[in-house]
């Protein structure tokens, strides 16, 4: 049974950071691309970062980027994403995603992804 667990999530002040960890078990992690996406209250989710399984492709969205840093230990089977200069906009519950990998595209889409988290709330205030 393939599992993904999220952790580091909690409450920063705005220009902060925060570190979200992805543990995953049950299948082979140097297999999967790993994405993170995230949903605030009232809005759909979105894609966050993406990550491909060797970890040499990295995309994020205009959003974040410059601001975050997706990363894999692929021994330790484990996703992280790096928040720098937090703003109360990222506010949302933070969702790892794995994608079993058949080829070399790292899909920015919900749809692509075969597994979830459970979701860790990140709270930036002002």
């Known amino acids: 049974q393939v599992q993904l667990e999220e952790s580091g999530g909690g409450l920063a002040q705005a220009g902060g950071s925060l570190r979200l960890s992805c543990a995953a078990s049950?299948?082979?992690?140097?297999?999967?691309?790993m994405g993170w996406f995230r949903q605030a209250p009232g809005k759909e989710r979105e894609f966050v970062a993406a990550?491909?399984?060797?970890?040499?492709?990295?995309y994020y969205s205009d959003s974040v980027k410059g601001r975050f840093t997706i990363s894999r230990d692929n021994e330790q089977s484990v996703a992280y994403l790096q928040m720098n200069t937090l703003d109360p906009e990222d506010t949302a519950v933070y969702y790892c995603?794995?994608?079993?990998?058949?080829?070399?595209?790292?899909?920015?889409?919900?749809?692509?992804?075969?597994?979830w988290g459970q979701g860790t709330q990140v709270t930036v205030s002002s």
């Open positions: 995603a794995a994608e079993k990998s058949t080829g070399s595209i790292v899909p920015d889409h919900e749809a692509f992804y075969d597994y």
């Open positions: 049950g299948i082979t992690f140097s297999s999967l691309n």
């Open positions: 990550l491909s399984r060797s970890g040499d492709k990295q």
